[in-house]
């Protein structure tokens, strides 16, 4: 979504150290942008950063507005913590954010809040989208009037606007088990009664568990799924990244 006012994201292509779990796929490397996002997508479809970004505080932060703005990384085997320090707001100028964000090889995600100088609900949205969580899409096509067409289908999007944010806050995004992970027929179809979540299907010609509503779902819209499983096949203990428990609490920092 394009805004006449909008300031333009400047932003990194970066190798993760790791394979990040992101709703049941691994991300080999993220895109860091100014605008106080990660954008998860490829690079060639930044305009999509609503849809795939892990979003501490998306908002239209302009870095040439102070010379102390600054984009900083922090680069560990196990973790991967990027901070955006002294960040204006094109519509606030004067007031100064500085918050963070950290990956895990678990999949968890946390959100640090050091300098919150206003409410978060009060950033005006006008100009440049305000969003606070995680999203996840798929591609799809779709054929109309004979032509074949990308759509996009956003599946996931977990909002954190209305958290009562304020300086001090850590926000934290526990990764817990789902579908798509799973290599087996059993640890799919078993995943059910083992967590007393939501149903796994499995996909045997392709080998591929799924929720039915995933990054994976697109390439087995058509597969025939399995209610019974060999029992000749292994189990296995992997434990895949979908869904997220969070919660917030505060601290002097």
């Given at each position: 979504?394009?805004?006449?006012?909008?300031?333009?994201?400047?932003?990194?292509?970066?190798?993760?150290?790791?394979?990040?779990p992101?709703?049941?796929?691994?991300?080999?490397d993220?895109t860091i942008?100014?605008?106080?996002?990660?954008?998860?997508?490829?690079?060639?479809?930044?305009?999509?950063?609503?849809?795939?970004?892990i979003?501490?505080?998306?908002?239209?932060?302009?870095?040439?507005?102070d010379?102390?703005?600054?984009?900083?990384?922090?680069?560990?085997?196990?973790?991967?913590?990027?901070?955006?320090?002294?960040?204006?707001?094109?519509?606030?100028?004067?007031?100064?954010?500085?918050f963070?964000?950290?990956?895990?090889?678990?999949?968890?995600?946390?959100?640090?809040?050091?300098d919150?100088?206003?409410?978060i609900?009060t950033?005006?949205?006008?100009?440049?989208s305000v969003?606070?969580?995680i999203?996840?899409?798929?591609?799809?096509?779709?054929?109309?009037?004979?032509?074949?067409?990308?759509?996009?289908?956003?599946?996931?999007?977990?909002?954190f606007?209305?958290?009562?944010?304020?300086?001090?806050?850590?926000?934290?995004?526990?990764?817990?088990?789902?579908?798509?992970?799973?290599?087996?027929?059993?640890?799919?179809?078993?995943h059910?009664?083992?967590y007393?979540?939501?149903?796994?299907?499995w996909?045997?010609?392709l080998?591929?568990?799924?929720?039915?509503?995933?990054?994976?779902r697109?390439?087995?819209a058509?597969?025939?799924?399995?209610?019974?499983?060999?029992?000749?096949?292994?189990?296995?203990?992997?434990?895949p990244?979908?869904?997220?428990f969070?919660r917030?609490?505060?601290?002097?920092?």
């Amino acid at each position: 979504m394009a805004f006449e006012d909008a300031y333009r994201d400047f932003s990194l292509q970066m190798k993760l150290p790791f394979e990040f779990p992101f709703y049941g796929h691994q991300l080999a490397d993220i895109t860091i942008c100014t605008g106080g996002y990660v954008f998860t997508g490829a690079t060639s479809q930044l305009w999509l950063a609503q849809d795939q970004s892990i979003s501490p505080l998306m908002a239209n932060f302009d870095v040439s507005l102070d010379d102390s703005s600054s984009v900083v990384l922090y680069e560990e085997s196990t973790q991967v913590t990027i901070v955006w320090e002294k960040m204006q707001i094109r519509e606030k100028k004067g007031l100064k954010f500085t918050f963070a964000v950290t990956l895990y090889t678990n999949g968890d995600i946390y959100f640090a809040y050091k300098d919150i100088p206003i409410k978060i609900q009060t950033i005006e949205d006008k100009n440049y989208s305000v969003f606070v969580g995680i999203a996840d899409s798929y591609f799809f096509n779709k054929m109309t009037y004979y032509v074949r067409r990308k759509s996009i289908h956003n599946y996931s999007r977990i909002p954190f606007n209305a958290y009562h944010i304020q300086s001090g806050s850590v926000l934290q995004l526990i990764a817990l088990p789902s579908c798509p992970v799973y290599n087996t027929c059993e640890a799919c179809t078993g995943h059910e009664a083992q967590y007393g979540s939501f149903k796994c299907m499995w996909c045997e010609p392709l080998r591929k568990c799924t929720s039915g509503a995933d990054y994976f779902r697109p390439y087995m819209a058509d597969c025939p799924f399995t209610k019974t499983c060999n029992a000749t096949a292994e189990d296995n203990d992997t434990m895949p990244h979908l869904t997220f428990f969070h919660r917030v609490f505060n601290f002097a920092m």
